[in-house]
């Protein structure tokens, strides 16, 4: 029996006088049979990198965070040669990704002179 994913974010404001609450809610539609939490160090500065998808095949979700340095994304890149920033993230911070290229996912340093480490949770299929 496959699993399903249902994802909720919440992020709780505070300080500012008044609590806000954002909330972000989605279902991923695809049949989920694989969840990888890993850790990616890039190996050269400025030079784009396939994301380590862990054996899965089809990705249906993934949550990134740039540990150190700040970080630019390609959610459908065919190669490093390619690369072409479609989000950023800057360091400590995460985003929720749900691709719909069939290309791989690649990351890149923002700063030509460093090298990135992300943590990330993929999920999708195998």
């Known amino acids: ?8 974010i919440i992020a709780d404001v505070t300080g500012l006088g008044e609590g806000l609450q954002f909330l972000e809610k989605f279902t ?9 939490l890993n850790r990616q160090i890039q190996a050269t500065t400025n030079t784009a990198e396939a994301l380590n998808l862990c054996g899965i095949s089809t990705v249906e979700l993934v949550i990134i965070k740039a540990t150190s340095n700040d970080l630019l994304i390609d959610v459908d890149c065919a190669n490093a040669g390619a690369f072409a920033e479609t989000q950023s993230v800057a360091e400590g911070e995460c985003r929720i990704i749900k691709p719909d290229g069939t290309d791989d996912i690649f990351i890149k340093n923002e700063d030509g002179t460093e090298v990135c480490t ?3 949770l993929i999920v999708g299929s195998a």
């Open 1 to 8: 029996m496959a699993a399903e994913c249902n994802v909720s």
């Open 118 to 120: 992300v943590d990330y």
């Open 28 to 36: 991923v539609t695809g049949t989920i049979i694989k969840a990888v």
